[in-house]
């Protein structure tokens, strides 16, 4: 039998509670080579200038839960061997890699490439996007953890380009014991990734790039490299620090290892080509 990978394309903003992921997202499908496999689209209303409504601490609630059921019918209708998604913010990973751990168990590993480990609440953070792998853990909030029906063992994961995690952070990483790789590991030869493969027995590996993990002095569509930020907008916490060239080395030495199931590319946020799509609505004659 051949393999079945399904492209989801899914413009989800709200967990980040920035509109630009949504054009950041149709770009990255627009960019992308072409595909034969099957191709779906999770609805998600475009962004408009009102601002977001909390519920049970989380901005936009009821909207994320009904993009994460659209995701997931759409997921089902298909029943993939291998997924790939456009993001959109980093909430996007929340059903596919669902479908992947009840498909695969144990066998699955996730390889999280981020500065950041996505394991906040609502206690700490409104935006889910920091809750997802938290949620695939299995903590967090309960309508999010519904649909994670194969919870992800936490020694099943390995977060790469971490750096300077908050305090909360920090200490759900010790109790949880998962394992980390840092900017400078990765750079210096990355084989940690290896080790941690052979060491948990992984054959199946889903792979989650939130696009942050890079320099923004080097790569300039992420949210550290907006347009006329000052020092300490984002509130202080880790910047990437990574090139290109480090990500895709990192991920060749995990294939190496691993039969890659599962791919998500996030938090891509185009600045320069959000601000020509606003010029070019003002110009004269092309309305």
Not at 23 to 42: Q, R
Not at 89 to 110: E, Q, T
Request: glycine share 6%; net charge negative.
């Amino acid at each position: 039998m051949t393999s079945k990978t399904l492209r989801l394309l899914f413009p989800q903003w709200q967990g980040g509670n920035n509109p630009p992921y949504h054009l950041g997202s149709l770009l990255l499908s627009y960019l992308s080579p072409e595909s034969d496999g099957p191709v779906e689209s999770v609805p998600v209303d475009e962004p408009t200038t009102e601002p977001l409504v909390e519920v049970d601490g989380i901005n936009a609630k009821p909207q994320i839960i009904r993009q994460l059921k659209d995701a997931a019918a759409l997921i089902e209708k298909h029943d993939p061997d291998s997924i790939v998604v456009f993001g959109g913010d980093c909430l996007v990973s929340l059903a596919p890699f669902s479908h992947l751990l009840n498909k695969y168990g144990d066998r699955l590993g996730v390889l999280w490439i981020d500065s950041h480990p996505d394991v906040q609440t609502a206690k700490q953070y409104p935006n889910a996007h920091a809750h997802v792998l938290g949620a695939l853990i299995g903590t967090g909030d309960k309508d999010l953890l519904a649909h994670v029906a194969t919870r992800l063992n936490p020694s099943k994961i390995m977060i790469a380009g971490i750096h300077d995690p908050l305090t909360y952070e920090a200490e759900y990483l010790a109790h949880h014991n998962i394992a980390t790789i840092g900017p400078e590991q990765i750079k210096d030869d990355g084989k940690d990734v290896i080790e941690w493969i052979k060491k948990e027995n992984i054959e199946y590996l889903a792979i989650h790039i939130d696009l942050d993990v890079l320099d923004p002095s080097l790569f300039r569509s992420v949210l550290f490299a907006r347009p006329g930020r000052g020092e300490h907008d984002f509130g202080d916490v880790a910047e990437g620090k990574l090139t290109i060239e480090n990500v895709l080395n990192l991920i060749a030495q995990a294939n190496s290892k691993a039969q890659p199931v599962g791919l998500t590319i996030a938090e891509h946020l185009p600045w320069d080509m959000l601000n020509l799509k606003n010029m070019l609505s003002a110009l004269p004659l092309i309305k």
